[in-house]
């Protein structure tokens, strides 16, 4: 039988799970729904349109923005497939950046509702790590999700990475201000499946104002 | 000598008032490219389109030219589709509002009708459908106007 502490990672895996699929199914839904339309209006330019001669010109506009549309989702894609993977292995080698940048393109659209910008500053030499790279997600969302919970408009969520003493460190820097029911619980309030989660990973956490600072071991031992 | 009398009934209802070219339309979507090329197939089909990307700037687009339906977006950033809904209604209160969203779920097609919406419709939506939404909330939106007008002569 699960304890508690591990009851609790699965809820929240799948309450993060949950919220990725939401916010792709509405992404795809968005990109299906702008190529339809396009090509509904090449439809009706020939049907309903006056003809005035510019019309080659204004179809090759309706199809460049039908392939732009294609191709954003194509990416939207392949990060939700890097994605998925990710929880083929509790244990593999992995690219802490490649991991958090999925995060990112699958968490901006919930960040660009809210009016805050997600963003990323990473250092682009660190070594490869040897982790649970699905837990290390599951962890940087639920901080993102707190942030994005507590924080007012027009703030900023930047994510960075550096190798430091030999550790990976992920940073969530912190820019805004938070809305006022949220001020009381800035940065990180749920310690307890935070510090489950970091154990498993081999890590620390350490938060302070505006700055919550994770570091990883290269191996897992 | 006989007198015949002819009753001419005059239907003061919007049938004869709606021309679609006099609809005024304002499409609210955060997905500017998704705004745009609705509204140039709105344009299509003779009717007065404008856009607007978020609620707030809807609602200042509104003030300046008040429009005949709305044709709105849920889940833009900022102010939220259900709120810009809960606004237009409470400052105009005959302007129509079709919700046409791509993440809608029942509890916001009950709250839109709770909220006076006059539809809700699934993204992406067949632009026939629209078509004929639009017209139908044009012509209540006449139809509430006129009677409107109606009760206030009759209680002169």
């Known amino acids: 039988m699960e304890n508690k502490g591990e009851r609790d990672l699965r809820l929240l895996q799948l ?7 939401a916010g792709f199914t509405h992404e795809s839904k968005n990109y299906i729904a702008i190529v339809k339309e396009s090509a509904g209006l090449i439809g009706d330019m020939i049907q309903l349109g006056k003809k005035s001669g510019d019309e080659p010109d204004a ?36 690219n802490v950046n490649e991991t958090l940048e999925e995060l990112i393109a699958l968490l901006t659209r919930f960040a660009n509702q809210k009016k805050i910008s997600l963003e990323k500053d990473f250092q682009q030499d660190i070594p490869s790590i040897t982790n649970n790279p699905s837990l290390l997600q599951l962890l940087v969302f639920h ?60 890590g620390t956490i350490i938060k302070e104002n505006d700055l919550i600072s994770i570091s990883l071991p290269v191996l897992l031992s | 000598m006989t007198t015949y009398r002819f009753v001419v009934k005059v239907n003061k209802s919007s049938e004869g008032l709606m021309k679609q070219k006099d609809i005024r339309v304002l499409v ?46 849920l889940k833009m950033p900022g102010m939220h589709g259900m709120e810009v809904l809960q606004e237009i209604k409470k400052t105009y209160p005959n302007m129509q509002v079709i919700v046409l969203t791509g993440h809608g779920t029942e509890a916001d097609e009950e709250e839109v009708k709770r909220l006076g919406g006059f539809s809700f ?36």
């Open chain 1, 59 to 94: 179809y090759l506009e309706i199809i460049h923005s039908i392939e732009e549309q294609i191709e954003k989702a194509t990416d939207l894609f392949r990060y939700l497939n890097r994605f998925s993977h990710r929880m083929d292995t509790e244990l593999c080698t992995f």
């Open chain 2, 121 to 156: 419709l699934n993204k992406p939506a067949d632009i026939d459908t629209l078509e004929y939404k639009i017209k139908a909330a044009f012509k209540e939106k006449v139809d509430r106007t006129l009677s409107a007008s109606t009760f206030a002569d009759n209680n002169q």
């Open chain 2, 28 to 73: 609210i979507d955060d997905e500017k490219d998704f705004a745009n090329t609705l509204a140039q197939r709105l344009k299509l089909r003779n009717l007065k389109v404008n856009t607007a990307y978020d609620g707030e700037q809807a609602l200042i687009k509104l003030k300046g030219e008040e429009q005949d339906v709305v044709v709105l977006d």
């Open chain 1, 15 to 21: 309450r993060f799970i949950g919220k990725i699929l």
């Open chain 1, 143 to 202: 901080f993102l999700e707190e942030q994005l919970t507590g924080l007012d408009k027009n703030s900023s969520l930047i994510l960075n990475t550096s190798l430091s003493n030999g550790l990976v460190v992920v940073k969530i820097m912190i820019k805004g201000n938070y809305l006022e029911a949220e001020s009381e619980k800035k940065p990180g309030t749920d310690n307890k499946i935070h510090v489950y989660i970091i154990d498993q990973l081999g």
